[in-house]
């Protein structure tokens, strides 16, 4: 990125955060009292869970509910009785008396989703990765800018106290020059067992699945309960592990370190250990180069478990070490922790710090920011920096070669 283009960058992210200060409900509509009446858009997996966070939100209530597979809509209607749902989201978004909408379908649907709820004026929390391809980015970070709505993205990393702590340290500081960044996610499955697959359940039908609102676009090649449960292994519906996974990682660096966008990006990699028919691949080595010479690393393999996932924040003066999941060589157990280490060799009086900051509902963060017109822990500028990353990593996989921050934007991608 040129400098020319960072600043740029930072200008409009600035503008962007001045709208968000907007206040949505001047005439105080929305008082601190007032139940916040929400609806959902993908109530699979991750959407039932947003669901139970969402009703454990106090002076909240979950009104509506679209999915275009029945059994999905059963099932949340076990949490939250009494919801009205659909199978089609404009459905919802037409209710007038909804003040805020969760977004928790496939990756390639996310940007129509987030275009439609707020031209229908409602706040939004959007699942990761913000879009499958960087022009659908841009155009969701021009939408927000235009928009007074409150936007919360699903990196709830954000909300962490791991992150809370290393931010401190980080503007303290305390690290001193940070040129390299290293992170890794591990996960490994028993053998025949594929990471991530889905057995589609007898009802996966055609009957049962609105097939064509799924495919948003792609080319329909028949129904197929395989691809509908597992789009997570198709690149037309995903970003395999780098939006799964990459993404909450990279958005923790980036903000920590408040970076820009990368310059450059590199992937290598492969399908090695999953070799089950899907198209992302399992095994993963990416470089990023960021503006202010700073170079992060992520590895990721899916056959092998025993560091978890983690993140060294590496400094002339000091370290932050995030931990999560790694086995304990000596008690065997799994961990999670955020430590700062000094360089004794700059920082001689510097001492080792364990974080202690609690862990804050991302959630509520939401809810809260919705009655305060504030800007919340994930915002939209952060979705979108950490979804170019992304994109850019998985597009230097495809194209075999180093991609420039330019070539990715100018890419359009096609299905
Ligand atoms: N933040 C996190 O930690 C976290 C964890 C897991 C998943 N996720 C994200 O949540 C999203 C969903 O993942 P998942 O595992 O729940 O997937 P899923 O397949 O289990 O659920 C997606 C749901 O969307 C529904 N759907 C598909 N097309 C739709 C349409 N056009 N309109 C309405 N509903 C539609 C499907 O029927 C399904 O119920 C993904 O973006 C994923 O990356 C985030």
Known sequence: MTDNTRRDFLKKTAAASAAFLVPKFASGALGANDRVRIAMIGVGSRGQELLKQIVAVPRTEVVAIADVYTRHLEEAKQIAPGIQTFDDHRRVLDMKDIDGVIVATPLHIHARHFLDTLAAGKDLYAEKTMTWSIPEAEKCLEAARKSDRVIQIGLQHESGGPFIDAKKWISAGMLGKVNQVESWMSRNTAHG?????????????????????????????????????????????????????????????????????????????????????????????????????????????FSNRRYGLGQRILGSDGTVEYIAGATDMVRGESEEQVHYYPEKINRPNGSEIAGNSPTTNHMANWVECMRSRKTPNAPVQLGYGSAVAAHMANLSYRQQRRITLEEAKAFQPEY
């Open 193 to 301: 067992q594929g990471q991530w697959v889905r057995q589609p359940a007898g009802d996966c039908t055609a009957q049962n699945v609105k097939w064509d609102a799924f495919l948003n676009g792609r080319p329909d090649n028949g129904f197929d309960a395989y691809k509908f449960m597992n789009w997570r292994l198709f690149w037309m519906f995903s970003g395999g592990n780098i939006t799964e996974n990459m993404i909450h990682q990279i958005a923790w660096i980036m903000s920590a370190l408040d970076l820009p966008l990368p310059s450059a990006a590199y992937m290598s990699g492969g399908i090695f250990s999953e070799k089950d028919g899907r198209e992302v691949p399992d095994t993963i080595a990416v470089t990023l180069d960021f503006p202010d010479e700073v170079v992060v690393t992520w590895q990721s393999t």
